[in-house]
């Protein structure tokens, strides 16, 4: 299994982004899949998730900016992040769970100047 993530870049606050993360390899079925992030310095945070019933989790931090949807037909994941801070400032990690096991993509990162 891979996931592929792409979309991050430099932004001043304010202003928006969307990452794209696809999964690819041999599965049957995504169960949840989302979005991590980490700052320097600080753990790798929730995000934003999409379960496997369809129904999207979001941090606190993030609610009412962010708008996190995926494609099961495509096996991808999107995140679109409005209204971008620079505390949004990290490394954003695709994830994805098979079962019991949970994947990762390589980061992207986002940078939100001020």
């Known amino acids: 299994v891979q996931l592929q993530a792409s979309g991050g870049g430099l932004v001043q606050a304010g202003g928006s982004l969307r990452l794209t993360c696809v999964a690819s390899?041999?599965?049957?079925?995504?169960?949840?899949m989302g979005w991590y992030r980490q700052a320097p310095g600080h753990e790798r945070e929730l995000v934003a998730l999409?379960?496997?019933?369809?129904?999207?989790m979001y941090a606190d931090s993030v609610q009412d900016r962010f708008t996190v949807s995926r494609d099961n037909a495509k096996n991808t994941v999107w995140l679109q992040m409005n209204s971008l801070k620079p505390e949004d400032t990290a490394v954003y990690y695709c994830?994805?769970?098979?079962?019991?096991?949970?994947?990762w993509g390589q980061g992207t990162q986002v940078t939100v100047s001020s």
């Open positions: 999409v379960l496997v019933t369809g129904r999207p």
């Open positions: 390899g041999n599965f049957i079925r995504i169960h949840d």
């Open positions: 994830s994805a769970v098979f079962g019991s096991a949970t994947y």
